[in-house]
Each structure stands twice: as C-alpha cells, then as structure tokens.
C-alpha cells in the first residue's frame, strides 16, 4: 500500500510522543532503536498495512518527541511509552518488532506488560553482557564513552561506525539518518544506561512469551548480529538469518518481508502447539 499514516500526539510522563499509524488488523508496534526515529519503519508499514494495522513513533528525546530537560535513559520508562502509544490507539496488546536497543526495549516491555504481547521480534539487540567475550567489548564500550568527552561526537560516531558492518555494500541504498541531536542525547544519556542494563531472558522464558530473534547476514560477526545467537540459547526460541544489515528492513524491505512474515508464522505455529 502506499505510505499514507495519521500522525497523532500521546502525552507521557512529561513528553508528547509523536506517533503515526496506518492500516486495518493486529496492531504491530515498531520500535526504533539508537537512532530514535521511527521513520525508518515507514517502508515496513507501507508494506504491511494491507493486513495489520501498524504504528511506529518517534522515542523520547529523539526526533519529534521532545522533553524540557533530557534525562539519562529508563528502560522501564520506554516501555511505559510503548504502551501508551499501544493504548492511544486502542489495542490491548500488540506485536513488536523491535530493532538493535528497540529490541532491548521490547524485551523491557514484555517483562513489566506481559499479558500485551501477541509475538516479540527482536532483530540484533545489542545485549553485549551475555556474549563470549563481554569482557573486550564493555572494556571498548567504555573506551568510546572516554572518546566522546575527550574528543567529541565526530570521533565517536568514526570509531563506533567500524561495528556497522554491511552498511558499506554496494547498491544498498543509503539509510534515513537521524537528527544530529539524536546522536547527541544516545551518547550522552543512551549508551551509559544500556552498558549497565540487561534483560531478565530467564523470566521472559518462564512466562512463555512468544520471542523470535534475527540476525542481519549482512552484519558478519559483529557484536551486535552475534548478541541474538546467545539470547536464543537462554530462550530457546526461534533464530532467523534475514536479508540486509543492521537496518535492512529499511534499505532492504522486498527483500527482508517474507523471512518478517515467515518469523511470524512460525511463532503462530509454536503457540498453537503448546
């Protein structure tokens, strides 16, 4: 279908979330990751909305949806977002996709809002803690952190960019990029909350939530593509390799739909069987 949302505003603990939605049926929540802006999602839900109603938005601090005073990064309270956008447009519970710290987020979500999870995608949640070697990656991570204050945003953003592995491919198109303030308010108030954060994969396995994970083939072994592989361990739930890089369901939507639709077929079956 072609892209045509309606754009609306909710007000959540202090900040209007820029919201815009399109199309009829289950209601799947796209939820943006670092970057903060969900129109990186508008391919997806052009192509979707035949036959789900989908809905992304801009996240706090980011893009539109802007507050008097940033405030260091709360999962729990981006989850409490998630939720509002869900409930402003009506719906008790929602299918999520969430890409790289959206993915984290719709982790958070599932935990604090179980009973509003159709199915959870998480496609490369960066959850760095839980991989083989955890240890060089929090010590670069840090590292990073130390890059930005000494040396400022371009030094960072150059050295951070050497994990963004596929995005160099020839004939891929370029990315939506975000804001500059954006990129801003994820090292100052992002990056140092997600280092020290971790989801409870272990209750999100108890609760039999409905998970399946993707990695980005494009993406080779970098930290963030080999973070899925692990949580799939804990969680024992479905692993998918998808067409692109890290954001491939933007640059790559043709080709990234049918393994999307595929996942969610698969956990359909999964539960159907339980």
Same mark, same amino acid.
């Given at each position: 279908?072609?892209?045509?949302?309606?754009?609306?505003?909710?007000?959540?603990?202090?900040?209007?979330?820029?919201?815009?939605?399109?199309?009829?049926?289950?209601?799947?929540?796209?939820?943006? *990751?670092?970057?903060?802006?969900?129109?990186? =999602?508008?391919? $997806? +839900?052009?192509?979707?909305?035949?036959?789900?109603?989908?809905? #992304?938005?801009?996240?706090?601090?980011?893009?539109?949806?802007?507050?008097?005073?940033?405030?260091?990064?709360?999962?729990?309270?981006?989850?409490?977002?998630?939720?509002?956008?869900?409930?402003?447009?009506?719906?008790?519970?929602?299918?999520?996709?969430?890409?790289?710290?959206?993915?984290?987020?719709?982790?958070?979500?599932?935990?604090?809002?179980?009973?509003?999870?159709?199915?959870?995608?998480?496609?490369?949640?960066?959850?760095?803690?839980?991989?083989?070697?955890?240890?060089?990656?929090?010590?670069?991570?840090?590292?990073?952190?130390?890059?930005?204050?000494?040396? *400022?945003?371009?030094?960072?953003?150059?050295? =951070?960019?050497? $994990? +963004?592995?596929?995005?160099?491919?020839?004939?891929?198109?370029? #990315?939506?990029?975000?804001?500059?303030?954006?990129?801003?308010?994820?090292?100052?108030?992002?990056?140092?909350?997600?280092?020290?954060?971790?989801?409870?994969?272990?209750?999100?396995?108890?609760?039999?939530?409905?998970?399946?994970?993707?990695?980005?083939?494009?993406?080779?072994?970098?930290?963030?593509?080999?973070?899925?592989?692990?949580?799939?361990?804990?969680?024992?739930?479905?692993?998918?390799?998808?067409?692109?890089?890290?954001?491939?369901?933007?640059?790559?939507?043709?080709?990234?739909?049918?393994?999307?639709?595929?996942?969610?077929?698969?956990?359909?079956?999964?539960?159907?069987?339980?």
């Amino acid at each position: 279908m072609k892209f045509n949302p309606t754009r609306a505003i909710v007000h959540n603990e202090g900040c209007d979330l820029h919201y815009w939605y399109q199309g009829k049926g289950p209601l799947i929540t796209f939820i943006p *990751g670092g970057n903060g802006h969900g129109r990186q =999602f508008n391919n $997806m +839900m052009a192509a979707l909305s035949d036959r789900f109603t989908c809905v #992304t938005f801009d996240r706090r601090q980011m893009s539109a949806s802007q507050v008097p005073v940033n405030k260091r990064l709360s999962p729990p309270q981006q989850a409490r977002d998630i939720r509002a956008v869900i409930k402003a447009l009506g719906f008790d519970k929602s299918i999520l996709f969430g890409s790289s710290s959206g993915g984290i987020f719709a982790f958070q979500f599932a935990l604090d809002f179980p009973d509003m999870v159709d199915h959870l995608i998480a496609h490369e949640a960066a959850t760095i803690g839980i991989l083989p070697d955890a240890s060089e990656l929090m010590d670069w991570f840090h590292h990073l952190l130390e890059v930005y204050e000494t040396r *400022g945003l371009e030094q960072v953003v150059s050295e =951070f960019d050497q $994990m +963004m592995i596929g995005y160099d491919a020839e004939g891929i198109p370029k #990315t939506v990029p975000p804001e500059p303030e954006n990129v801003v308010n994820f090292w100052d108030n992002e990056v140092p909350a997600l280092l020290a954060y971790m989801p409870n994969f272990w209750r999100l396995k108890e609760n039999q939530t409905s998970i399946g994970l993707m990695r980005g083939v494009r993406c080779g072994e970098a930290a963030f593509a080999r973070a899925p592989v692990e949580q799939a361990k804990i969680l024992d739930c479905p692993l998918f390799v998808v067409p692109g890089h890290h954001q491939g369901f933007e640059v790559e939507t043709n080709e990234f739909l049918p393994s999307f639709l595929e996942m969610l077929g698969t956990l359909e079956r999964k539960r159907s069987s339980i």
